[in-house]
């Protein structure tokens, strides 16, 4: 079945410094999302991107999807405490649902 | 209002109970949907409804029966569970469920624990 991975796992930075976390599946893609869970919350959504080689901007954070539509990237500029989380990016499956990946938690150093 | 609501917050039951976990958006979704995540996990899709209709069953285990009575309304009805369900049980809608990739607006989420 189809397999979403990302890298790193974990990251810990420094209040000030730049964080990417990569998205990886094993299949094509129609369209990739991202959410970010907060510790102890829920996962919130926070951009799609549909075409390939699409680049967003939401303020300090920089989405990227693959010319290929099988990867997918997240930078964050200058990290505050603020960004703390787990960045999942999540694709749909072939039956119209969503494959989470496996996430990256980020923690920020003040 | 871009809010779903799940009750309770915290659920502490024995494997012999029966208990039900709701879920509610008055957002005009006709997808709903079930996950399950365990700690440092990424959600895990159980069930999804479409239209008020079982779209997708992963494969779940009969002691979790899910139901939808009407377009806002999830429910996730729970018996003879095992420890090993204890997770975080978290909602979900979005405006249909499709290719086309809508986000989906999540739920706070109910905490089981199962002794």
């Known amino acids: 079945g189809q397999q979403v991975m990302q890298i790193p796992q974990y990251q810990h930075v420094q209040e000030g410094e730049d964080f990417t976390t990569y998205c990886n599946s094993s299949?094509?893609?129609?369209?990739i999302q991202w959410y970010k869970q907060r510790p102890g919350g829920h996962p919130v959504f926070l951009i799609q991107?549909?075409?390939?080689?699409e680049v967003k901007k939401q303020k300090r954070l920089t989405f990227q999807f693959g010319e290929a539509k099988k990867n997918s990237s997240l930078h964050i500029t200058a990290t505050q405490t603020t960004d703390v989380g787990t960045y999942f990016c999540?694709?749909?499956?072939?039956?119209?649902?969503?494959?989470f990946g496996s996430g990256t938690r980020l923690q920020v150093q003040p | 209002d871009t809010e779903v609501t799940q009750t309770p917050k915290h659920l502490v039951m024995g494997m012999t109970n029966k208990k039900s976990l709701k879920c509610e958006q008055h957002?005009?979704?006709?997808?709903m949907y079930w996950y399950k995540q365990k700690a440092k996990k990424p959600p895990e899709l159980m069930f999804v409804?479409?239209?008020?209709?079982?779209?997708i069953n992963e494969s779940v285990p009969s002691r979790f029966s899910p139901e939808c009575p009407n377009s806002s309304l999830l429910n996730l009805h729970l018996h003879a569970l095992q420890p090993e369900d204890s997770a975080l049980y978290l909602c979900?809608?979005?405006?249909?469920?499709?290719?086309?990739?809508?986000?989906?607006?999540f739920g706070p989420g109910t905490r089981l624990t199962v002794t």
């Open positions: 957002m005009g979704h006709r997808a």
């Open positions: 979900a809608s979005s405006r249909t469920q499709g290719t086309s990739g809508y986000e989906q607006y």
């Open positions: 409804y479409s239209y008020e209709k079982l779209s």
């Open positions: 999540a694709g749909p499956t072939g039956r119209r649902a969503l494959t």
């Open positions: 991107l549909v075409k390939s080689g």
């Open positions: 299949t094509t893609l129609s369209n």
